[in-house]
């Protein structure tokens, strides 16, 4: 079955670094754009970042501009998230999004939890 499995957050300190991981398993991990969506507590869900599927192409929320990068394995079917210069309101729930290029079909993770203390 689909599996969306996050990984690596937790709690930083303001201006440290975090990364998080995605691991995709039960569809064609080349057929999909990868994003990292983030919820904070009483907000709605914004998207952080995105990666297409072949080339690399990536787009960021003007937020997290310069300070984060999104980035792909496809031989592991992996997708990262390397957050720098981190401050409070990146607080938030991440979570991984597969988008079908092909198939139109959508998958979410479950959420990796980031708190970053001032």
């Known amino acids: 079955q689909v599996q969306l499995v996050e990984s690596g957050g937790g709690l930083v300190q303001s201006g440290g670094s975090l990364r998080l991981s995605c691991a995709a398993s039960?569809?064609?991990?080349?057929?999909?754009?990868m994003s990292w969506y983030r919820r904070a507590p009483g907000k709605e869900r914004e998207l952080v970042a995105t990666?297409?599927?072949?080339?690399?192409?990536?787009n960021y929320a003007d937020s997290v501009k310069g300070r984060f990068t999104i980035s792909r394995d496809n031989v592991k079917a992996t997708v990262y998230l390397q957050m720098n210069n981190v401050r409070p309101e990146d607080t938030a729930v991440y979570y991984c999004?597969?988008?079908?290029?092909?198939?139109?079909?959508?998958?979410w993770g479950q959420g990796t939890q980031v708190t970053v203390s001032s």
């Open positions: 999004f597969a988008q079908g290029l092909y198939s139109g079909r959508r998958y």
């Open positions: 039960g569809f064609i991990f080349t057929a999909y754009a």
């Open positions: 990666i297409t599927s072949v080339g690399g192409t990536t």
